[in-house]
């Protein structure tokens, strides 16, 4: 029995009725992600074999409307799909929360063209969404684009972007990207296109060795495409941001985040438990922190269902998504959600002791710290922060 299935049950919990329909194929999932977990991590190489078993049992469909032939799975579903994989290997589950901002904004904000619909289809049937916002020379803001779309007098576009990081951009089916919507456009003024392999050429321009989520692969590219019309999504992307990619994204994120801090928690239960069968008896020193960092883990998984079960409550009422106390929780849960995770891993860690700080083994807490700690540095929690400085004098309060 894991740690989630062993609270009460709620809504807010991994073995709810509300991720029950996925819960077997999840299962399998995070079974082949565990297996390579370690070596994903050691050579900073795609989770490959996970991704073909996402593909598999439907997982990178998952998200897609009935209408379109999908299971239409809620975001609180998705939350709870996104945390299993990420007790297995955070990784894993970046891609698999990566990807579905994507999907998600394909069929939400794309409209009816046949290059999006097309590709709706594709992702019901498995296909993987990357993506890319940053740029060299806009210092991290997705908001903002250098590049732009260029049309010829045939109909066709091109587009050239200088990426610093495109996550898992090899193992990908479609990268959308965001560009001003022509030479003439302000920073601002974005569009999000469609950029299929065989339209677009990626030169590597650096490599992704970094301390921890290294199975993301975020390498640097130059990408170059040329594409059609019916490639670019219907909304501009300041509608597509706010109302679909930065709330599903920080939603599923923070999932990741849930996933990690369970499995070390799990982690250091086994440890307590083992200082208890070696001293019948006697409460072991590691049982009061053990407590305590249940009750914190659960405060988590509270907040992080929460937002889930919002955003599902709202996602149609575009009053409330474009509100800036809608961007203010979502951003909240963000910053949240990446400050505890480093902290419950580390309270993990004192609780497991030296094996934990061990490099291998069955409660080696070594990666999962590390991954941790990339959750505050991806999208800069401080540039998050300045952001929420400005709506903070727009709204009167929060959700």
């Known amino acids: 029995m894991t740690l989630l299935e062993a609270t009460p049950p709620s809504d807010d919990v991994a073995g709810s009725d509300r991720g029950a329909r996925f ?142 990081v495109i996550s898992y951009a090899t193992e990908a089916d479609a990268i959308l990207v965001t560009a001003r919507s022509d030479v003439d456009a302000p920073a601002s003024d974005q569009r999000l296109v469609v950029c299929l392999p065989g339209d677009t050429v990626l030169t590597q321009t650096s490599t992704w060795d970094t301390l921890g989520l290294r199975g993301t692969c975020s390498n640097g590219w130059l990408l170059d495409a040329e594409t059609t019309v019916d490639h670019v999504l219907r909304d501009d992307y300041a509608q597509i941001s706010a109302r679909t990619v930065l709330p599903v994204s920080h939603v599923l994120w923070a999932s990741v985040w849930l996933g990690i801090a369970a499995d070390a928690a799990d982690r250091a239960r086994k440890a307590v438990r083992k200082q208890a069968r070696a001293a019948v008896g006697t409460t072991p020193p590691g049982a009061l922190r053990l407590a305590e960092l249940l009750v914190e883990l659960q405060s988590l998984a509270d907040t992080v269902r929460h937002a889930a079960q919002r955003f599902d409550t709202v996602a149609d009422d575009v009053a409330v998504l474009d509100s800036p106390a809608f961007a203010l929780a979502a951003n909240a849960l963000k910053v949240g959600a990446s400050e505890r995770v480093t902290d419950l891993v580390t309270k993990a860690l004192r609780i497991v002791g030296i094996a934990g700080y061990a490099a291998g083994g069955p409660t080696s807490l070594g990666r999962h710290l590390r991954d941790a700690n990339g959750a505050a540095v991806m999208v800069s929690n401080d540039r998050l922060l300045h952001n929420d400085a400005g709506l903070a004098l727009m709204t009167g309060a929060i959700l």
């Open 23 to 164: 819960a077997g194929r999840t299962a399998l999932v995070a079974d082949v992600a565990r297996l390579f977990a370690d070596d994903v991590d050691r050579d900073a190489r795609p989770p490959r074999e996970a991704i073909a078993a996402m593909r598999e049992h439907g997982l990178l469909g998952a998200s897609v409307p009935a209408e379109f032939g999908g299971e239409g799975a809620t975001l609180a579903e998705l939350s709870v799909i996104a945390t299993e994989l990420g007790r297995a290997c955070a990784a894993t589950a970046m891609v698999f929360a990566m990807h579905h901002g994507q999907a998600m904004a394909l069929w939400r904000n794309g409209g009816d063209a046949a290059g999006v619909t097309t590709l709706v289809e594709r992702v019901r049937d498995g296909a993987l969404l990357a993506s890319s916002t940053t740029e060299k020379g806009i210092g991290g803001d997705a908001r903002r684009s250098t590049c732009a779309l260029e049309p010829d007098a045939t109909g066709r576009i091109r587009l050239r972007k200088d990426a610093p």
